[in-house]
């Protein structure tokens, strides 16, 4: 597990919590975290996501068996 946060510190509560779920050598991860990344920052919203490999012990159980990569937004 890895946490990206934004460089602005002050992470307003009603932020969404973002997740992005990975393979390890997934071509696409890149790619998605530069596309998040401006998503977030285009919707004015803090850039600060959680991100799980698959294999991690720490990877949530219902995003085990999703695609690579995979975004999950809650809020």
């Known amino acids: 597990m890895r ?14 919590r973002v997740e992005l779920i990975f393979d390890g050598g997934c071509p696409n991860v890149r790619a998605a975290r530069e ?4 998503a977030l920052e285009q919707c004015g919203l803090p850039t600060s ?8 012990s720490a990877c949530p159980e219902y995003a085990c068996h999703c695609g690579s990569p995979a975004i999950f937004v809650y809020g």
């Open 3 to 16: 946490l990206v946060e934004s460089a602005n510190s002050d992470v307003a509560q009603s932020s969404p």
């Open 49 to 56: 996501w959680t991100e799980y490999q698959h294999n991690d």
């Open 35 to 38: 596309s998040l990344h401006a």
